[in-house]
């Protein structure tokens, strides 16, 4: 994850100043434009790309006298925002692409009801998947909900646009989605500060049922006043100055959005250029004035041909002859993000400029680099653990989204299906039912808080017979460590108290619950054994803390191992059953690097000659 904090109380000091200019990542651009904005409010649930704006108003929330939690689901996070715009305090809510679809139920209503104070909804989409299940368009979801939406094109862009936002959503009472991307995520910009406001934190909800209550009746009348607040959208996507027109003379034109813009600007030369950063609605007479008197426009957006079908509704709509190439003429792909390379490769169709390409790459062929577990990481061992137990009569893997996807990876091969937050364990009980195959559930601590214990709780109501392994490493890891409701709370000035898996899930209705220590490979093993020998709902909680937690804890620390070359017999059980990044083959030798090993000592474990010792 792109470091977030720099020299500690200082960055933050300064992060929070009123003047000055600073250089900053995309997400912490948007931090920034939050605290700007006065916002009171703000609730997430983590999700790269957009984690990094959670760390920061981590630190800085209550220094800024701002309200900042990590929901248990982008679903939650959307309600908590939204009340709180209800109420009259200006609110942020924001996530990954995906996590749009957990907040969805909630963001279709609430764009029926509006709100009284400014709401912005972030939704940060990766393109090209650099660390999704899925690469989805959510510029869909102004169409689908009639919300005002505005793309950046650069960090300094993306704090300008949370302010905008929240003069767009209160002059249409309304929340306004704001949609990044990862190479606006994580870029960096110079931004000029502006100063920030004592945001509200309270206010006094006033009742009006006829407008918040949702009943068919009252809703029928809020989609009327839906469809006017989207004409006047309309009249200010027009007036706003994000849609604007880079030169004046060219019968060739380029309609651009986010960092496609950036890349257009850098690399194509004597072509005009409307750059739409407030892309729903549209601004169709903008657009239809761009396209007259032009002979081929180009489209440049990733991902869907969004702007592109819009573009062609305007141009047959208004009988305009100019010729749109785009995705749907196939002079660009659907798939993956934009780069300065794909640009210049459309030098058929657009003017671009001389010289080599921007990512030319080194002769030198490099070798692949796949994500790997750490070394040390406690799901290695609980994956093997799994692997012993089950045997040769093999089992059905139901995984989720975290660090343990990994384990799709040889030697565990511990994934064959993941679909989404939660989905282990609702598909491990549909696998249980169809097929007479053991079928395990692996899931993390913070994904069963997120999304696992509905499924849990349909489970045992319908009584299902498979393992879950929920593998709580005390943190939520892949995102960059944010913490969750099983670790407590102690940021922002509050302060709550752990809440224990094994009671949740006892009091879901299992009987069968036991908790573990991976590193413990022996005990590990032995309760997988009864677990999956056990003809009815069996629960295992894998619990050690993250070695990236262990490595910044002193009193945590182990020390490290080495391989005694004398007792080892070049079985490479330790290389080929477990893969630890810390462990390789030298020629013959197998040797342990004392910067990586973390001294879990499951390597150890694993050595059938004891030949794995501590270096003391």
């Known amino acids: 994850m792109p470091g977030w904090r720099r020299v500690g109380s200082e960055w933050l000091e300064r992060l929070l100043a009123d003047r000055g200019k600073l250089l900053l990542l995309g997400n912490e651009a948007i931090a920034r434009g939050v605290i700007e904005a006065g916002v009171g409010l703000a609730a997430t649930y983590p999700g790269t790309p957009s984690s990094e704006v959670g760390k920061v108003l981590e630190e800085i929330s209550a220094q800024a006298g701002m309200y900042f939690e990590y929901s248990v689901n982008e679903k939650v996070a959307l309600e908590v925002a939204g009340a709180a715009a209800i109420s009259g305090v200006r609110s942020f809510a924001f996530m990954k692409h995906v996590g749009m679809n957990v907040a969805s139920d909630a963001l279709m209503t609430l764009a029926a009801t509006g709100v009284r104070a400014g709401m912005v909804v972030m939704t940060a989409d990766d393109p090209s998947c650099h660390s999704s299940q899925s690469e989805q368009d959510n510029r869909y979801f102004s169409k689908l909900g009639l919300l005002p939406m505005l793309e950046p094109s650069t960090p300094a862009e993306a704090r300008d646009m949370v302010l905008e936002g929240y003069r767009l959503s209160e002059l249409l009472s309304v929340p306004v989605i704001l949609r990044t991307t990862t190479r606006i995520n994580h870029a960096r910009g110079v931004i000029d500060l502006h100063k920030a406001p004592r945001p509200t934190t309270k206010a006094t909800f006033v009742k009006d049922p006829q407008r918040f209550v949702t009943v068919p009746a009252n809703a029928r009348t809020l989609r009327i006043e839906q469809l006017k607040r989207m004409e006047h959208a309309l009249k200010l996507s027009e007036a706003s100055t994000h ?271 036991k908790t573990v220590d991976p590193y413990d490979l022996e005990a590990t093993i032995e309760v997988m054994k009864e677990a999956i020998n056990c003809d009815e709902l069996s629960v295992i909680i894998a619990e050690h803390p993250c070695p990236l937690l262990t490595r910044k804890e002193v009193s945590l620390r182990r020390l490290p191992y080495m391989v005694n070359q004398d007792k080892c017999i070049r079985c490479y059980a330790c290389v080929s059953k477990l893969s630890c990044p810390a462990i390789s083959k030298d020629v013959k030798d197998v040797k342990i690097d004392i910067t990586m090993c973390i001294g879990c000592g499951v390597c150890a474990q694993v050595c059938p000659k004891d030949a794995i010792e501590v270096i003391e």
């Open 243 to 513: 849609n604007c027109v880079f030169g004046t003379s060219s019968r060739i034109g380029i309609i651009a959005s986010g960092v496609a813009f950036t890349y257009a600007r850098e690399w194509v030369k004597d072509v005009d250029i409307l750059k739409l950063g407030f892309t729903h609605p549209l601004p169709e007479e903008k657009v239809k004035k761009f396209l007259s008197g032009k002979d081929r426009v180009v489209i440049l957006e990733e991902l869907e041909p969004y702007m592109e079908d819009e573009v062609r509704r305007i141009a047959q709509q208004y009988g305009l002859n100019v010729n749109i190439l785009g995705k749907r003429t196939g002079h660009l792909p659907r798939a993956f993000e934009y780069s300065p390379d794909l640009i210049l490769s459309l030098k058929d169709i657009l003017p671009v400029k001389e010289g080599s390409s921007p990512t030319t790459q080194p002769d030198v062929p490099l070798p692949p680099r796949p994500p790997v577990l750490c070394a040390g990481c406690p799901h290695r061992a609980t994956f093997y653990a799994t692997k012993s137990a089950v045997g040769s009569k093999g089992a059905i893997y139901s995984t989720d989204i975290g660090c343990y996807t990994l384990g799709v990876q040889p030697p565990m091969q511990c994934a064959d299906l993941t679909l989404c937050m939660g989905s282990s364990v609702g598909a491990a009980g549909g696998f249980s039912q169809v097929t007479d195959q053991k079928v395990v559930a692996f899931i993390g601590d913070s994904t069963f808080f997120h999304a696992g214990i509905p499924p849990l709780i349909n489970a045992v109501y319908n009584d299902h017979n498979f393992v879950l392994v929920i593998m709580d490493n005390r943190t939520t890891a892949m995102t960059g460590h944010q913490p969750n409701p099983g670790v407590g709370r102690e940021y922002g000035g509050i302060e709550t108290p752990s809440i224990q898996l094994e009671p949740i899930v006892k009091a879901c209705g299992v009987k069968n619950v």
